[in-house]
């Protein structure tokens, strides 16, 4: 028998539980130069943590060690789950800070960052996301209604090699996947909601596809002429002069385009947004000659309104309206690769893309050199931010006077 503090009687049994107790229950002191308290509790496999609290007052930093060693006890008999985990971090930090944490889902983290897009960009740019995102989240499956932290390396790249299945060029993979779908993974590790971006680990496709697209003819060009109707012309003949890719010719508004001299000015492609790079192209008469047959729009207006903001992909994309328009000329390119087996979708070595190969093939072919060229088509890898002079203006102008006439039938 034992006698404790204030006169109690107790065998060694009691003893035992008096001391596992104190020994076991969670306990508070101070560091030097800490204003903290830190608090000392056993681990999931009985091993003493000491972690600080990162709060001044003494009552919630009782508090928070309960809970933590409430946890740990959990894990030690097996009874710790998810939920519970995400609930206890959820009050703590509501006791600390007077706000609950907010635990996402991948899918809920994706369609908030969506709807914060919303107003802050470009309704193209926020199409071209959301085409993305949803993608993405179909691929998921179920999986996207797990935490956003259980999204890993391995699910992007299986939705890059998912993507790669369906045909879809390895360049326009790589975007999407690299330069759109990383975007709010990386909002959602500067929010501190994930350690890293998953998708920085997924290597890019190599793009072998560059040099597989072929020219058109002088005889194609003419049929596609013949054969276009309405803004489509327009579309070609852009194309053709300026090699302006399919979504930037598509989306060029009226403010871009100084009829009096003759320049379509401050274009900035879709590829060099991120390098600031701004093209000032001549307007060649058979091109002045359209645009100054359609009603002019103000500012920002688009000069292709049926065009507008659509996609290139799809059933009724603009590559889909292009291809309609080779087909009704009796144009067929090579066939390059066909997605999921020999019934799937063809691709051709023809496209609207061609244009671009064509307009950099009759400016080679008629002695235009490889410098100016590039000034043309925006393919130098140098940063051209600032306008031309007149003299450069006047250089270029006699660059792309050199590709041959097409011209439309009245």
Known sequence: MFTLKGGHRGTPWTLLVFLTFFLTVPSLHKRLKSPYWFASYQDSQGRWLKKSTKTKERATAWKIALEWEALEAAGRAGRLIESQCRKVVSEIHEKVTGTPVVFYTCRAWLDEWMQGKSG?????????????VDAFLAHM?????????????????????????????????????????????????????????????????????????????PAQMQALLETAKGEWVGMIYLGYYTGLRLSDAANLTWDKVDLQTRFLRGIQPNKTRRTGKVLNLPIEPELAEWLESQPRGIGKAPVFPSLVGKGGGGKSGLSKQFIKIMHKAGIVGRTLRTAKGERGRKFSSLSFHSLRHTCNSVMHANGVSQENRMRITGHSSTRMNDAYTHAEE?????????????????
């Open 120 to 132: 802050a960009a470009e309704a193209r740019t926020v199409q071209k996301y959301k085409q993305v």
């Open 394 to 410: 006047q250089t270029i102008r006699e660059t792309t006077s050199k590709i041959p006439r097409i011209r439309a039938k009245a």
């Open 141 to 217: 499956g179920a999986r996207a209604d797990q935490p956003l932290n259980a999204v890993t390396t391995k699910d992007v790249r299986s939705f890059r090699d998912a993507l790669k299945k369906t045909g879809v060029a390895a360049s326009t993979v790589n975007t999407n996947v690299r330069k759109i779908l990383s975007v709010p993974f990386l909002a959602a590790c500067r929010a501190g909601l994930l350690p890293v971006n998953p998708v920085s680990g997924v290597e890019p496709l190599l793009d072998t596809e560059g040099g597989e697209k072929d020219a058109f003819s």
